[in-house]
């Protein structure tokens, strides 16, 4: 057919968050101080609590004020009619009353008397005596009751304790004064290490909210270096891998400038030669030019025969290095279980070189090269599912699918042609096709066994050749694919119209592709083609 334009294959141009973890915050539970009004608080086996009056007698709390009696006398205000004594002025307990308001024996003045005597002067007539706290409560600390020091405070309540309970041992000052330094030495710790912590993360927030990232100046040094990007790679990935191999300083700083420069998020991938100690926007600037890029690029519809062709340029081997490569070891690569070597394959990586960029520099081994591009090409074949497919569509397995995507892209011009082309393909491939008896007669096929692209190939050298390739003297399709179709092709040949298509032809010779359903129709066609071209 008058379609196969051109076996180089289509050329395309390439191009705050909580510092707490969301968690519930939760703050050690506040002493209460105060609020004692709130609870009865315990004594000493209910003890009643003595106080002093204005004044200054001594009460118990519960019991009225009486007057002090000497044991027999007479209260003439009582049942008795006994009458007080006088006070003794040189009595400082005068007027006293006794322990529970009951007659007692007067022990004061002597060892038993209880309080204990105090020297005059050493009394602290004043506010009422704070609650006591109960031997099973856990004493503040003063640092955190915000009790003072004061010796003399601590000494009368010392005091105090010791005549309530009666017994028990002065505790020294030395140990209080002990554990107030270490408490506050834990706590000065505690603090200056928060303190420390909070001054370094926020120097680092700082650092990385308001503070220029670290970069390089100038255009870096005479000493270069290869940086691969594989596919798919964002501008963060990009920046920590030049960082890695030295070019830029910083990731932060390639991210910066990649977003600054125009263009700067278009960088493809492949593999760079690039200069160490470079600023971030040289190192940008230098990947936007294709001459920095060290890339072999796949077209679709293109011959393994050119790929190889571009691998040994690209690594400076000699003229056909890689296709013996290809040759010798094509079974490591990593092909489909699927893939048929029957003898009549020409090449068995044919339609597996998968169209795209990759990583191709002076000191890489071709098959490392070649696998990428096998392995690509198994990944997106299997994500479609072709063995399955290939059923669907009266053929016998994925490998003749991926051979109909290879004569799409070699017999059609545009997106729109592709659909119709393989419908094309499958109804000459019908046993019930009476228009070319599952003749493909495609050019390309001729094309691709001669590696030439031709479109003028006369009857003579097409009935010449009796290669199985040729799809004028042999029925149905070639031995393999033809190239290596694109992804577009590839969703065409799963994807045909049902329009009735058998014939095209390429009427300006080029680009414009006409279809026809009868022979009649194509005859026009080929007239239209042969006024064009001068035949």
């Given at each position: 057919m008058y379609g196969d334009g051109g076996w180089g294959g289509q050329q395309t141009h390439s191009g705050q968050?909580?510092?707490?973890?969301?968690?519930?915050?939760?703050?050690?539970?506040?002493?209460?101080?105060?609020?004692?009004?709130?609870?009865?608080?315990?004594?000493?086996?209910?003890?009643?609590?003595?106080?002093?009056?204005?004044?200054?007698?001594?009460?118990?709390?519960?019991?009225?004020?009486?007057?002090?009696?000497?044991?027999?006398?007479?209260?003439?205000?009582?049942?008795?009619?006994?009458?007080?004594?006088?006070?003794?002025?040189?009595?400082?307990?005068?007027?006293?009353?006794?322990?529970?308001?009951?007659?007692?024996?007067?022990?004061?003045?002597?060892?038993?008397?209880?309080?204990?005597?105090?020297?005059?002067?050493?009394?602290?007539?004043?506010?009422?005596?704070?609650?006591?706290?109960?031997?099973?409560?856990?004493?503040?600390?003063?640092?955190?009751?915000?009790?003072?020091?004061?010796?003399?405070?601590?000494?009368?309540?010392?005091?105090?304790?010791?005549?309530?309970?009666?017994?028990?041992?002065?505790?020294?000052?030395?140990?209080?004064?002990?554990?107030?330094?270490?408490?506050?030495?834990?706590?000065?710790?505690?603090?200056?290490?928060?303190?420390?912590?909070?001054?370094?993360?926020?120097?680092?927030?700082?650092?990385?909210?308001?503070?220029?990232?670290?970069?390089?100046?100038?255009?870096?040094?005479?000493?270069?270096?290869?940086?691969?990007?594989?596919?798919?790679?964002?501008?963060?990935?990009?920046?920590?891998?030049?960082?890695?191999?030295?070019?830029?300083?910083?990731?932060?700083?390639?991210?910066?400038?990649?977003?600054?420069?125009?263009?700067?998020?278009?960088?493809?991938?492949?593999?760079?030669?690039?200069?160490?100690?470079?600023?971030?926007?040289?190192?940008?600037?230098?990947?936007?030019?294709?001459?920095?890029?060290?890339?072999?690029?796949?077209?679709?519809?293109?011959?393994?025969?050119?790929?190889?062709e571009a691998i040994d340029k690209k690594l400076e081997l000699a003229d056909g290095t890689t296709q013996k490569v290809a040759q010798k070891e094509y079974k490591s690569f990593g092909l489909p279980a699927w893939v048929q070597n029957n003898g009549l394959v020409k090449d068995p990586l044919e339609g597996f070189l998968f169209p795209g960029n990759y990583a191709a520099a002076k000191g890489m081994k071709p098959e490392s090269i070649l696998k990428q591009m096998v392995a690509q090409a198994k990944s997106k074949y299997d994500s479609y599912g072709l063995t399955e497919k290939a059923r669907a569509l009266g053929l016998n397995n994925a490998f003749e699918l991926v051979t109909v995507a290879s004569l799409v892209q070699a017999e059609g011009k545009t997106h729109d042609d592709f659909r119709k082309m393989a419908e094309v393909v499958y109804n000459r491939l019908k046993p019930t096709n009476t228009e070319t008896n599952q003749f493909l007669q495609f050019d390309s096929t001729y094309n691709y066994i001669m590696g030439t692209s031709n479109i003028h190939i006369s009857l003579k050298q097409i009935n010449g050749n009796h290669s199985p390739y040729n799809t004028y003297t042999h029925k149905g399709l070639p031995p393999g694919p033809i190239g290596n179709p694109g992804e577009d092709a590839l969703m065409a040949a799963l994807n045909p119209t049902h329009d009735g298509w058998i014939y095209f032809v390429a009427t300006d010779g080029q680009n414009n592709t006409e279809f026809a359903k009868t022979y009649a129709e194509f005859k026009q066609l080929k007239e239209k083609f042969d006024a064009t071209s001068g035949n």
């Open positions: 968050q909580s510092p707490y973890g969301g968690q519930p915050q939760h703050y050690p539970q506040q002493p209460q101080y105060g609020d004692w009004s709130q609870e009865q608080q315990p004594g000493y086996d209910h003890e009643q609590y003595r106080y002093y009056s204005e004044q200054g007698q001594q009460q118990y709390a519960g019991h009225a004020q009486q007057p002090y009696q000497q044991p027999g006398a007479w209260n003439a205000a009582g049942p008795n009619g006994q009458v007080p004594y006088a006070p003794d002025p040189g009595d400082p307990y005068g007027q006293q009353p006794p322990g529970h308001g009951g007659e007692q024996p007067d022990f004061y003045g002597t060892e038993d008397a209880y309080p204990p005597p105090q020297p005059p002067g050493r009394r602290r007539p004043g506010p009422e005596a704070e609650p006591e706290t109960a031997p099973d409560e856990e004493e503040q600390h003063p640092f955190f009751t915000g009790a003072g020091d004061d010796d003399d405070d601590e000494e009368h309540e010392l005091q105090g304790r010791q005549g309530r309970r009666g017994k028990g041992k002065k505790p020294t000052k030395k140990g209080r004064k002990r554990r107030t330094g270490c408490a506050c030495m834990v706590v000065v710790l505690v603090f200056g290490g928060g303190l420390a912590t909070a001054g370094y993360f926020g120097y680092k927030f700082y650092q990385n909210r308001f503070a220029p990232a670290p970069d390089y100046a100038g255009n870096g040094t005479s000493e270069t270096v290869m940086v691969e990007i594989p596919k798919g790679a964002g501008g963060w990935d990009i920046g920590r891998r030049l960082k890695e191999a030295g070019v830029v300083k910083s990731a932060d700083a390639f991210v910066h400038a990649q977003n600054d420069i125009q263009g700067g998020n278009s960088i493809q991938a492949g593999a760079y030669l690039l200069r160490k100690q470079m600023s971030a926007a040289s190192a940008v600037k230098m990947m936007l030019d294709p001459k920095s890029q060290n890339n072999v690029v796949v077209t679709p519809g293109e011959r393994n025969a050119g790929v190889y």
